[in-house]
């Protein structure tokens, strides 16, 4: 059975901090590209974040570039998102996402495999 279990999510100040995991099993997940993915309330999935399968090289979008890093721990099936600096415009359900190589956008919702229940990210004063 295909698991991702996100964690860490809560609420936090602006300009606060929040790092975000998610622990996977019952794929290879050394072999997967992975990716986080939000949705603030009443809005539509947004690509936040991608790194490939060897964790070399990471991708974010404009809006949380230099804010946000996404890294992985193969040996521990495990992706996590260091959030610093937090907007009350990040606020949203963030949800990890698995695929197999490809060559399609990252936001290309349709090409992940296997999606996480979500953890909520609050942030307000």
């Known amino acids: 059975e295909v698991q991702l279990v996100e964690s860490g999510g809560g609420v936090v100040q602006p300009g606060g901090s929040l790092k975000l995991s998610c622990v996977t099993s019952?794929?290879?997940?050394?072999?997967?590209?992975m990716s986080w993915v939000r949705q603030a309330p009443g809005e539509g999935l947004e690509w936040v974040a991608s790194?490939?399968?060897?964790?070399?090289?990471?991708y974010y979008t404009a809006s949380v570039r230099g804010r946000f890093t996404i890294s992985r721990d193969n040996a521990k099936n495990t992706l996590y998102l260091q959030m610093n600096s937090l907007k009350p415009e990040d606020t949203a359900m963030y949800y990890c996402?698995?695929?197999?190589?490809?060559?399609?956008?990252?936001?290309?919702?349709?090409?992940?495999?296997?999606w996480g229940q979500g953890t909520q990210v609050t942030v307000s004063s």
């Open positions: 996402a698995a695929r197999d190589l490809s060559s399609a956008s990252w936001a290309d919702f349709h090409s992940y495999n296997y």
């Open positions: 019952g794929f290879t997940f050394s072999d997967s590209p």
């Open positions: 790194i490939d399968e060897t964790g070399d090289y990471p």
